[in-house]
């Protein structure tokens, strides 16, 4: 199965579905893609609607809403039917690269990344901020958030299935595999042209996604950093009533008195923040809404060989009675 996600121009669209179907038919006997289109995007319908009476194999999911690129990529793989699944974005993964793909997960991958070495979208403080936050998944995380690791993946069954059957797997979906230890491979390729750049607030919100999602080390962290300022705030007691035993005149300390109320303060609103992350967080856990609804479903003209099909062409009461005459 190839889940493709709707991107780009609807002329990019047909052009990708021509060459992933001639790279996809010489080599296997049964296949399947999956177009997972969005409402936002309704100029792709009559694109579509041309893929689906032109193309073989070709199953087509409209949802009712824009979701990011996690949620649509959950919603083919809960509906994809192969043994091994690729996911890949119609705008600049290079279909020539899936047998690569499924041939490394054939050899025993569970998940095969295919990342984008092409980074020019992004700009220096974004490739930075990228490094930086890569280093600290794999220091702290345990987790390798490569730069550049896109839509592009291959999944073998038993990833799929494990994936799905979470709770909410679109929050997974990024970093499956590195994040239950299953077997995985990292290849790489140019991509299809320059990406575009992702604004700094779209990359941090997708950091704190994936750090909040898979570890409470931030929290271990605030909470450490609150111990800290509360050890240092008992030393300046002890301070305190040094100065007043040992000190016949005390000033008023409005500086000092207003310092240790803003680092306290800012300590405070600090945990209180990470703390509202995570109870937000188990409130979507807890939550049974469906992270997306399908507005509708679409199914290629030729969808499977004749002599593959499991349909009886003729009836036998009618060869019967054909015969009785």
């Given at each position: ?14 052009g990708?579905?021509?060459?992933l ?9 049964d ?8 409402q936002?995007?309704?100029?792709f319908?009559?694109?579509i609607?041309q893929?689906v ?82 280093w ?7 987790l390798?958030?490569?730069p550049?690791?896109g ?32 077997t ?7 991509g ?26 931030p ?7 609150g ?31 207003s ?8 300590v405070v ?15 979507e ?21 004749p002599?593959?099909?499991n ?15």
């Open positions: 199965s190839c889940v493709v996600l709707c991107r780009g121009t609807p002329e990019q669209l047909v990708f579905v021509a060459d179907t001639r790279v996809l038919r010489p080599r296997l006997a296949y399947e893609i999956i177009l997972v289109n969005d936002k995007r309704a100029a319908r009559p694109a609607e893929i009476q032109v193309e073989p194999y070709v199953r087509v999911l409209h949802l009712s809403q824009a979701k990011s690129d996690s949620v649509a990529a959950s919603a083919g793989l809960e509906t994809s039917l192969g043994d091994y699944v690729c996911v890949m974005d119609s705008e600049f993964d290079p279909p020539e690269r899936v047998p690569d793909a499924v041939l490394a997960a054939m050899e025993g991958a569970d998940v095969v990344f295919v990342i984008d070495r092409n980074q020019t979208g992004r700009d220096v403080l974004g490739r930075l901020l990228a490094r930086a936050f890569s600290y998944a794999r220091q702290h995380l345990k390798d958030v490569t550049g690791m839509t592009f993946r291959c999944m073998n069954r038993y990833a799929v299935n494990a994936l799905t059957r979470l709770a909410q797997p679109y929050r997974y979906y990024r970093i499956w595999g590195d994040y239950v230890g299953l995985t491979v990292r290849t790489y390729h140019d299809r042209g320059q990406r575009h750049r992702r604004g700094l607030s779209e990359s941090i919100d997708e950091a704190i996604d994936i750090v909040i999602s898979t570890s409470p080390h929290l271990r962290m605030l909470s450490s950093l111990l800290f300022f509360a050890s240092a705030n008992l030393l300046y007691v002890a301070y305190v009533v040094g100065i007043f035993l040992f000190k016949p005149q005390v000033a008023s300390g409005w500086t000092t008195l310092l240790q109320i803003a680092c306290l303060s800012f609103i600090v945990l209180l923040a990470a703390m509202g992350e995570y109870v937000g967080r188990l409130l856990r807890t939550s049974t809404n469906p992270a997306y609804w399908v507005l509708e479903e679409r199914t290629s003209k030729h969808f499977a060989e002599s593959r099909r349909v009886v062409e003729q009836s036998a009461v009618t060869d019967i009675s054909a015969n009785s005459r």
